[in-house]
């Protein structure tokens, strides 16, 4: 069994995408209780449970912030959560939703969100790493009011790329480059994680506005906590499963034609930052921007 699925893995890791096969939209989420797939990570006194736990809420205040972790790792899979970020003057904040494995050329998946002052938008920043490079920031002013309702959050990630959504817009595509040389987040299982912390010397205007301790605690609230992976132990190379999941299947290798479209209005209308088009940081483009269509 251990040998057919190595197999599939390499045959799937010889396809090259480039786009414009069929497509489809991800499965809609299925909505849970936080402790189905989640833990408390730390400062578990800051973290309350609504309506028996399907609504968690994070306390931030001067003493500490908090977080929580799914249970298992995954290798691959659909990953959402609904978020109701912090209201009112939220500035030197970070609340955080990302999947990361656990050593030292870690894989990682990023939404952060980037505190504001009262009145300015909330600026969204994704990340991409792979083995320990990340350096891939894109930031984007998002569209609506992300304190007044919840809305979600969500990632597809299977062999062939790493899809950002926010509800049902992508915001962002990490094509598998590795034939650019371009190494991809392929065998080593994560566990996702959220957390509410201070990052006020780096999360507002660089650093230059800070935390403004008297509107605490800080409250980001979340429900859904949808987890569709391959389960995985944190020493797996491959899913036991690959190639037999709805994630896997040729339909979600890429965006279709209407996705692409809303795409580019985010890249077109919302971004404030793409690294790929950062030349005095990066004077010669990283190779997969042209393929992510992001250049």
């Given at each position: 069994?251990?040998?057919?699925?190595?197999?599939?893995?390499?045959?799937?890791?010889?396809?090259?995408?480039?786009?414009?096969?069929?497509?489809?939209?991800?499965?809609?989420?299925?909505?849970?209780?936080?402790?189905?797939?989640?833990?408390?990570?730390?400062?578990?006194?800051?973290?309350?449970?609504?309506?028996?736990?399907?609504?968690?809420?994070?306390?931030?205040?001067?003493?500490?912030?908090?977080?929580?972790?799914?249970?298992?790792?995954?290798?691959?899979?659909?990953?959402?959560?609904?978020?109701?970020?912090?209201?009112?003057?939220?500035?030197?904040?970070?609340?955080?939703?990302?999947?990361?494995?656990?050593?030292?050329?870690?894989?990682?998946?990023?939404?952060?969100?980037?505190?504001?002052?009262?009145?300015?938008?909330?600026?969204?920043?994704?990340n991409?790493?792979?083995?320990?490079k990340?350096?891939?920031?894109?930031?984007?002013?998002?569209?609506?009011?992300?304190?007044?309702?919840?809305?979600?959050?969500?990632?597809?990630?299977?062999?062939?790329?790493?899809?950002?959504?926010?509800?049902?817009?992508?915001?962002?595509v990490?094509?598998?480059?590795?034939d650019?040389?371009?190494?991809?987040?392929?065998?080593?299982?994560?566990?996702?994680?959220?957390?509410?912390?201070?990052?006020?010397?780096?999360?507002?205007?660089?650093?230059?506005?800070?935390?403004?301790?008297?509107?605490?605690?800080?409250?980001?609230?979340?429900?859904?906590?949808?987890?569709?992976?391959?389960?995985?132990s944190?020493?797996?190379?491959?899913?036991?499963?690959?190639?037999?999941?709805?994630?896997?299947?040729?339909?979600?290798?890429?965006?279709?034609?209407?996705?692409?479209?809303?795409?580019?209005?985010?890249?077109?209308?919302?971004?404030?930052?793409?690294?790929?088009?950062?030349?005095e940081?990066?004077?010669?483009?990283?190779?997969?921007?042209?393929?992510?269509?992001?250049?």
């Open positions: 069994m251990a040998t057919a699925a190595a197999a599939a893995m390499v045959v799937a890791m010889s396809v090259l995408l480039l786009g414009g096969g069929e497509a489809a939209a991800p499965r809609k989420p299925v909505d849970v209780a936080f402790e189905k797939n989640y833990v408390p990570t730390w400062a578990e006194d800051h973290i309350h449970y609504v309506d028996g736990g399907r609504e968690v809420q994070l306390y931030l205040d001067k003493s500490t912030g908090t977080g929580f972790q799914t249970r298992g790792s995954y290798l691959f899979g659909h990953f959402s959560m609904h978020i109701k970020l912090v209201a009112g003057d939220s500035a030197g904040t970070v609340t955080a939703f990302y999947l990361s494995s656990q050593n030292s050329e870690h894989d990682e998946i990023d939404f952060e969100f980037l505190g504001n002052r009262t009145g300015e938008p909330y600026i969204l920043q994704t991409v790493f792979s083995g320990g990340g350096d891939r920031e894109q930031r984007i002013y998002l569209w609506f009011d992300p304190t007044k309702d919840y809305h979600s959050y969500s990632v597809l990630w299977n062999l062939y790329m790493i899809a950002f959504f926010v509800d049902d817009t992508p915001i962002r990490f094509k598998n480059s590795k650019l040389g371009v190494r991809y987040p392929f065998n080593q299982p994560m566990k996702l994680y959220s957390s509410l912390w201070n990052a006020d010397d780096w999360a507002t205007r660089g650093g230059r506005e800070k935390t403004d301790w008297s509107r605490a605690p800080f409250v980001a609230s979340y429900r859904g906590f949808h987890v569709d992976g391959c389960e995985a944190a020493e797996a190379r491959y899913c036991a499963t690959q190639g037999a999941r709805w994630w896997d299947q040729p339909e979600f290798r890429d965006l279709d034609a209407d996705q692409y479209r809303r795409l580019a209005w985010v890249r077109k209308t919302h971004t404030i930052y793409n690294y790929c088009e950062d030349r940081r990066y004077p010669a483009m990283s190779p997969e921007c042209h393929r992510d269509r992001d250049a």
